[in-house]
């Protein structure tokens, strides 16, 4: 074997740009106006926008937009399968290779930070999911009420149970299934992992536009996806068979839509519901993403000039 030293260096790093930040930033707006300027292909980072028939809740590029830049992980499933970071990160870095040997660079945008965190510094290695088990711990929450898997895993693995909302039955689940399968706490798998891959050359770009102006924005885009359909859009999939208790349904704006046909609210009351469960997943993502030190934070509304030059100045690196 070759030693490495100063007369083999190593390799570069393939360089990746990450467009990140909560909903209703500016993330599918900046990267069409980058790809105007630069030669890139986009790969979705998003755990919703995979699922097909799902476009106007879930904000994805529409067919317009997509014909004027390549786009990837769009469409990548029913909303009746299961998709997870362990399907999305081979997918992902198969995608990303393919474009660097099409002599393009990979951008990738989305809100999901731990599709992001997967991509950047690996997975932790655990088991996948186990249905008949999360179905069992699905129907302990519903049989005893909310937050008693929260107070189990608060129990057998505190520092997860901190940084997951009991609100958040996804995660909370997920982290009591590996507890169960392997006996060890997720906050023990991470641990031991470390997050310390880092397979590629990063530009983490973070948009932000200022609070009171994100959260019109928000108001805004739930009028114009409701404008544009989302009432009937839910419809049709509930019509085309499938169920409303679906894991991908649960999404904002799905799942308050749905409640609105089934009688449970009125027109006014679905659209504030939306608008206050988005602003608050916003902030959720925003707590997840301003753990991440190497992110660089940007006004996407204000600072056009400034982000073009960052990304100049790293391809030139």
């Known amino acids: 074997m070759t030693k490495q030293g100063a007369d083999n260096p190593p390799a570069p790093r393939p360089k990746v ?67 997870s970071v362990a399907d999305f990160l081979p997918r992902a870095r198969r995608i990303i290779a393919a474009i660097h040997d099409r002599g393009r660079l990979p951008l990738v945008v989305g809100g999901t930070g731990l599709y992001i965190r997967a991509l950047t510094e690996g997975l932790v290695d655990v088991p996948g999911a186990d249905p008949v088990l999360r179905q069992r711990l699905a129907a302990e929450e519903r049989a005893a009420g909310p937050g008693t898997l929260h107070r189990r895993l608060a129990a057998v693995d505190p520092a997860a149970a901190a940084n ?44 932000l536009p200022p609070r009171e102006e994100l959260e019109k924005r928000i108001a805004e885009r739930v009028d114009e996806m409701l404008a544009r359909g989302l009432v009937a859009e839910v419809a049709g999939l509930l019509e085309a068979g499938f169920s409303p208790n679906l894991k991908a349904l649960q999404t904002i704006g799905y799942r308050e839509v749905i409640a609105h046909l089934q009688g449970d609210c009125g027109p006014a009351q679905m659209r504030e519901r939306i608008i206050v469960n988005t602003r608050r997943y916003a902030k959720r993502q925003l707590t997840w993403f301003r753990k991440d030190k190497s992110i660089i934070w940007v006004d996407s509304l204000r600072e056009s000039a400034r982000i073009l030059s960052l990304f100049d100045d790293f391809m030139t690196q």
């Open 17 to 83: 740009v990450l467009l990140c930040g909560p909903t209703a930033s500016g993330k599918t707006g900046l990267a069409l106006q980058l790809a105007s300027h630069r030669r890139v292909e986009i790969v979705s980072a998003d755990s919703r926008q995979v699922f097909r028939g799902m476009d106007i809740g879930t904000a994805k590029a529409t067919p317009a937009e997509q014909a004027l830049v390549p786009h990837h992980l769009l469409d990548v499933v029913d909303p009746d399968e299961e998709f």
């Open 164 to 207: 997951i909302p009991p609100r958040n039955l996804v995660r909370v689940i997920r982290a009591l299934e590996i507890w169960e399968l392997t006996g060890t706490p997720l906050s023990a798998h991470q641990a031991a992992h470390g997050f310390a891959e880092r397979p590629y050359h990063c530009l983490k770009l973070g948009l």
